[in-house]
């Protein structure tokens, strides 16, 4: 399986999104 | 995933929240939520999920994400890959409710909602949703 790129800011996420027309995938998370 | 998803980690700060944090209302970590491309949210998971029923959510979203938007089609495809392809899954009665639910838009027959409801009375008799789909066993078939 290919290594997820993940985005890290959420406003660019979703610039991204509209212009790909795609779904977001949000994952919040705490590193403890 | 990136074929379908636009995949975003958003690191949480409890002792100061993030603006995301706020934004989407976050109180427990690991969350994971699913938006359309306007950045609406149509699914949320609270708590850790193996892998297979992360996946499961994921499709689950995307159906609900399709039917909030009243691409029903698009709804069915999801909600049945869910089903056949993570039939062990957690969220399997609620993406047979949501079948359901896609199937009386596409078709306007109620008679999808109907089989939602034997799926679920047989097949997850306990669960919530089974009892949610209670109204439908007065249509007939």
Known sequence: MAEIKWEKDV????????????????????EG | MQEVFIPVKSECFWDK???????????????????????REHHRVVGFVPSDDFLAHLKLGQGKAHL?????????????????EHP?????????????VAEYWNTHDPKG???????????????????RAGPYAQIPL
Not at chain 2, 68 to 82: G, H, I, P, Q, S
């Open chain 2, 88 to 100: 062990m899954a957690g969220v399997i009665p609620e993406a047979v409710f949501f079948l359901g």
């Open chain 1, 11 to 30: 406003q660019a996420a979703l610039a991204l999104a509209q212009k790909a027309h795609k779904p977001v995938y949000l994952d919040f998370w705490f």
């Open chain 2, 68 to 84: 909030d938007r009243f691409r029903f089609a698009d709804a069915l495809k999801e909600f049945t890959a869910v089903i056949e």
């Open chain 2, 17 to 39: 929240r993030t603006e995301a944090m706020k934004e989407f209302n976050i109180s427990w970590t690991p969350t994971l939520l699913v938006l359309d491309a306007t950045g």
């Open chain 2, 113 to 131: 909602l109907r089989r939602a409801y034997d799926t679920l009375v047989a097949r997850f008799p306990q669960s919530e949703w089974a009892r």
